[in-house]
């Protein structure tokens, strides 16, 4: 079972390595325009929070994805929907 305060440590520390320490991550950080990170960056992210987590993360709920908060609710949602 997936707890949001680990999920949202282990999403913290994901981010602080694709923006190399550049942008504090909070809850509020907005995941494109406070991060910066290309297209190819957003999927490298989501396969290793997939792999991470070992769930799949449908397209379908990424568009009502806008800070680490809202990214972490959804993992926790997917993770504990066993």
């Given amino acids: 079972m997936l707890d949001y305060p680990q999920i949202l440590a282990a999403l913290s520390s994901e981010l602080a390595s694709c923006t190399q320490g550049r942008?504090?991550?909070r809850e509020d950080t907005d995941l494109l325009s406070d991060l910066n990170l290309d297209s190819l960056q957003v999927m490298n992210l989501l396969l290793q929070i997939e792999d991470r987590f070992d769930i799949s993360i449908p397209v379908s709920i990424l568009?009502?994805?806008?800070t680490v908060k809202d990214l972490a609710l959804q993992i926790e949602k997917l993770?504990?929907?066993?």
């Fill in 63 to 66: 568009a009502g994805v806008k």
């Fill in 23 to 25: 942008v504090e991550i």
């Fill in 79 to 82: 993770g504990n929907s066993d």
